[in-house]
């Protein structure tokens, strides 16, 4: 089981969903992801790399939206060797 901070946890409007998307941390860098849970001001997704608070990304998970999401990086966790948690802010 993972452990999540208070403020996190309990926020309505949440959709637990498991769905592949692609991480642009810059234009020419992308990194496969899996979704955790999105809501209507952000997401949670699991990624193999770490992602420093603030870092701002672009999402693109298209089963899901026609168009990609701009987001800012809120935190990330360290889940095991290769794998994190990472709770995205929508702009």
């Avoid at 592949?20 to 234009?27: A, E, G, K, R």
């Avoid at 420093?52 to 360290?78: F, L, S, Y």
């Amino acid at each position: 089981m993972i452990k999540v901070p208070k403020e996190r946890r309990g926020i309505k409007g949440r959709l637990g969903i498991s769905m592949p998307c692609v991480l642009y941390t810059d234009p020419k860098a992308s990194q496969e992801s899996i979704t955790f849970d999105i809501g209507k001001g952000g997401m949670c997704l699991f990624s193999n790399k770490c992602l420093e608070d603030g870092h701002r990304v672009e999402i693109r998970c298209e089963a899901i939206w026609n168009e990609p999401k701009i987001g800012t990086v809120k935190w990330c966790q360290k889940i095991k060797h290769d794998l994190y948690r990472i709770g995205i802010s929508f702009s």
